[in-house]
Every structure is written in structure tokens, then in C-alpha cells.
């Protein structure tokens, strides 16, 4: 059975992209960073229900390996995920997402810049 990456893909506006990507195909903006396709939302979530079982076997007087059994292996299944999910880039100016660039086309983009990102949003908001 295939997995299904929709159910932890980034949501959003999203087109098909390839290695030849040099401008956004909505806001024509030049700039994007790479991630992973892959909500952190839901990586939170399952951090929160893994604290909670951490709790619950704490009050029910497990050692401490069974304690932390749940954090471990959602550690794990977060890096899994991370490693496995294709990556996406993502225009600075308008967030969409552009999917279907293999990995090497992909890595031609940064990571993530607070600074870009700021720069972006600071030229929007003084527009018009
Ligand atoms: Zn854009």
C-alpha cells in the first residue's frame, strides 16, 4: 500500500515546478527557500500526544525507558518523515509552493531566512 503524502504535505496553493524554476509562477518574485513537505503541525500534535503518554506511564510507575518510549519514537518518525518528504520551495512574497523539483533542483534554494522573509514582508506592507 502506497502511503498517502497528501495527508502530511504542507497545505496551501500549490503548482508543478522543475528544475528550470527561476521565478514564482504567481508574484514573479525571484527569491524562495527549501523545506520539506511536510506539516509541522502535525509533528506537534504528535508530540503532544506522545508527552501525554509520557505522563500517563510516568503515573503508572513504568521505568524510565517505557517513560520515554513515546518521545523516542516520535523523534524517530518526525526525522523519518523529514528525511523522506520531498522538498518543496516556497516563494518569499506570496507562500506558494512549488512541488516537483527533484532533489538536486531543490538544493540550488537556501533554507529558510528570517531576513529575506522580513525583507519580503516589510516591501508588502509598504506598497500601495
Ligand atoms: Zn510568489
Not at 497528501?6 to 528550470?20: E, K, R
Not at 506511564?57 to 523522506?84: A, C, H, K, Q, T
Not at 509552493?97 to 538536486?104: A, N, S, T
Not at 533554507?111 to 522573509?117: C, K, R, T
Request: glycine fraction near 6%.
Amino acid at each position: 500500500m502506497a502511503f498517502n503524502w497528501n495527508l502530511i504535505a504542507l497545505s496551501g496553493p500549490s503548482v508543478a515546478a522543475d528544475a528550470s524554476l527561476e521565478s514564482c509562477k504567481e508574484c514573479g518574485c525571484r527569491e524562495f527557500y527549501r523545506q520539506p513537505d511536510f506539516r509541522r503541525d502535525i509533528g506537534l500534535w504528535i508530540i503532544a500526544l506522545a508527552s501525554v503518554a509520557t505522563v500517563l506511564l510516568m503515573v503508572e510507575g513504568y521505568n524510565w525507558f517505557v517513560i520515554w518510549s513515546p518521545m523516542l519514537g516520535v523523534v524517530i518518525l518526525d526525522r523519518f518523515f523529514l528525511r523522506l518528504a520531498p522538498d518543496v520551495v516556497i516563494c518569499y512574497r506570496c507562500g506558494l509552493i512549488h512541488r516537483g523539483l527533484d532533489r538536486k533542483a531543490a538544493d540550488r534554494f537556501e533554507a529558510f531566512d528570517l531576513e529575506v522573509h522580513d525583507r519580503h514582508q516589510y516591501a508588502e506592507s509598504h506598497k500601495s
